[in-house]
């Protein structure tokens, strides 16, 4: 889809993904041995269906939908995670996720390590992440835990490390989900600072939230989703409100 | 970027228009961040491993190391008559303890990591190849041993003998790295796939030539014992280090052979699974 001529970053067109779940799971060979004579029945769960949208440089989307609606599986497909099973995904610019925060590092690992990992997995040069430890951990406060292996993090605080290397790791977009979920309201006031330094430097950003307070007041635009369909595309605001009026009718 | 038949995931990293010119011109080159994150991966392995020290590392060489000495204790006697048998023994099990090594390391390398694949796209092979730095770290060190035993038995290696064998090194780890690259993405759907192969690696041990002579096998049933990779590895490294016979040219293209279809087979099966991993994790 083209939108004059402003060329998008990202563009979905005509995107389907489905999962096939068995009667029985079978997950070692010994398993799949044991069950030569024994075929399973599989059932198509089609978790996107057709799913076109695109996003404009400095824009932010957010994406709303009940459990199992797609979101998640949309943002692993944008994001490179999942490849689709139909249709096309087009990506213009460097895009650094948010994803599953709290699992995701070493835990035989301290947090300085940790951050050096993922931030090398997020597209950070070593000299960068060097230069700006410092500045990751104050954010996460967890200055005092730097030597810590990663084991005995809490889960806020691991959390709280993945949303400071991602904030300093964002390059053009940003995709999160379940923004702000983690934290106390400091850390929560911070991420929310940095989420609009992060816009008004003109960076584009993709959220999945189930609240609709949090989508109608960080975002443009939003997408409903519903049975793995886009069932609305509009303005956040009123995509809240839709969203709202679904879950209580 | 890979994806299945039919779909189209494509990727223009520059950005026509972002609103934040420091940033991007801050941002790093792509072979810079793939460096780093090789080093990362490589350095963070060692330090997990082995309590980031390098007693921790020396510590993991006792074990290969033991072996060594109670495999000499016992069979030496039985192979009284091989003069080059301690030589012979020494060669091919530390060449055997990388293959062990690595191939472990490198079926679970994916399920491993795999907290990164769910965390951004980058080319995920990295984390595979990266998984057998420790064993090759290992066998560098080893090779030094090898070439102490072999000074002080009077057998010091001439310049041919040591490019061969480091063509025979390079050999084995593309086999590595082959099988890692094909059962890494084998073992997110086959969970017990590393048990398999610890029952092969250890009936590997003894169908390659390891702690007895091939002589000893009737010549007929060499050929299959060849089939076997590490085989004419360390045959051949035998044959250049300690008798000083370089390998003729159709063994040669034959064990390149060997490792360009392991290497191949492994990339095949990692290009059409490993899109998919994540799913499976």
Same mark, same amino acid.
């Given at each position: ?6 060329? /998008? ?15 029985? =799971? ?58 689709? !099973? ?28 940790? *951050? ?17 430890? !410092? ?41 999160? !989900? ?43 635009? #939003? ?18 409100? +839709? ?7 | 970027?890979?994806?299945?038949? $039919? ?7 520059? #950005? ?12 790093? =080159?792509?072979? *810079? ?20 020290? &390098? ?14 000495? *109670? ?49 951004? =796209? ?26 102490? &035993?072999?000074?002080?038995? $009077?057998?010091?290696? $001439? ?20 099988? /890692? ?67 003729? +040219? ?32």
């Amino acid at each position: 889809m083209s939108l004059g001529f402003v060329m /998008s970053l990202i563009e979905v067109n005509a995107v389907s993904k489905a999962f096939w779940i068995p009667s029985v =799971r079978r997950d070692t060979v010994r398993e799949h041995l044991l069950g030569l004579l024994q075929p399973r029945q599989f059932q198509r769960l089609q978790v996107l269906d057709d799913v076109s949208f695109d996003l404009r440089p400095g824009e932010a989307l957010g994406v709303m939908g009940r459990n199992g609606s797609g979101k998640s599986t949309l943002l692993k497909i944008v994001c490179g995670v999942y490849p689709p !099973d139909r249709g096309r995904v087009h990506v213009r610019a460097a895009v650094t996720p948010i994803l599953e925060l709290g699992v995701g590092w070493n835990p035989e690992l301290d947090a300085v390590d940790n *951050v050096l990992l993922i931030g090398s997995v997020m597209g950070l040069s070593l000299r960068q992440i060097h230069q700006s430890m !410092d500045e990751i951990l104050t954010f996460a406060e967890l200055e005092r835990f730097a030597n810590l292996k990663l084991k005995h993090f809490s889960s806020g605080m691991s959390a709280r490390l993945g949303y400071a290397v991602a904030f300093k790791a964002v390059r053009e977009v940003l995709v999160l !989900d379940e923004i702000f979920a983690v934290g106390d309201a400091g850390f929560k006031a911070r991420c929310e600072e940095r989420y609009w330094a992060l816009r008004a430097l003109g960076h584009t950003v993709i959220i999945v939230s189930h609240d609709p307070r949090v989508i109608s007041s960080f975002c443009d635009r #939003a997408l409903l989703l519903e049975g793995g369909r886009i069932m609305m595309d509009g303005k956040a605001h009123e995509i809240a409100d +839709r969203y709202v009026s679904m879950l209580t009718h | 970027m890979t994806a299945s038949a $039919g779909t189209k995931l494509e990727s223009t990293p520059s #950005a026509p228009a972002v609103a934040d010119p420091a940033a991007r011109a801050a941002d790093a =080159r792509p072979a *810079v961040v793939r460096a780093g994150l090789i080093w990362t991966l490589v350095r963070t392995d060692f330090k997990a491993r082995y309590h980031g020290t &390098f007693g921790g590392f020396f510590w993991a060489l006792l074990k290969p190391l033991t072996m060594f000495i *109670v495999l000499m204790a016992v069979f030496s006697f039985l192979f009284a008559s091989n003069p080059t048998y301690k030589l012979d023994l020494i060669v091919g099990l530390f060449l055997w303890d990388f293959f062990a090594e690595g191939t472990k390391s490198g079926l679970t390398s994916l399920h491993a990591r795999g907290f990164l694949l769910t965390k951004a =796209r980058f080319p995920s092979w990295i984390l595979v190849v990266t998984s057998i730095s420790n064993a090759v770290i290992t066998l560098a060190v080893f090779c030094v041993v090898i070439a102490i &035993f072999l000074i002080a038995a $009077g057998h010091p290696p $001439g310049v041919a003998a040591l490019v061969a064998f480091a063509g025979y090194c390079a050999a084995l780890i593309a086999i590595v790295i082959g099988f /890692s690259l094909g059962s890494s993405v084998l073992f997110l759907r086959y969970r017990d796939l590393n048990q398999v192969w610890d029952v092969v690696v250890q009936a590997g041990f003894f169908f390659a030539p390891i702690i007895y002579p091939l002589g000893i096998l009737p010549e007929r049933f060499h050929i299959y014992l060849y089939l076997w990779p590490p085989t004419p590895i360390i045959e051949f490294s035998r044959a250049a280090l300690v008798n000083g016979v370089i390998p003729t +040219r159709a063994a040669h293209l034959y064990l390149a052979a060997d490792a360009v279809i392991c290497l191949l087979l492994g990339i095949v099966i990692f290009r059409r699974l490993g899109p998919r991993a994540a799913e499976y994790l």
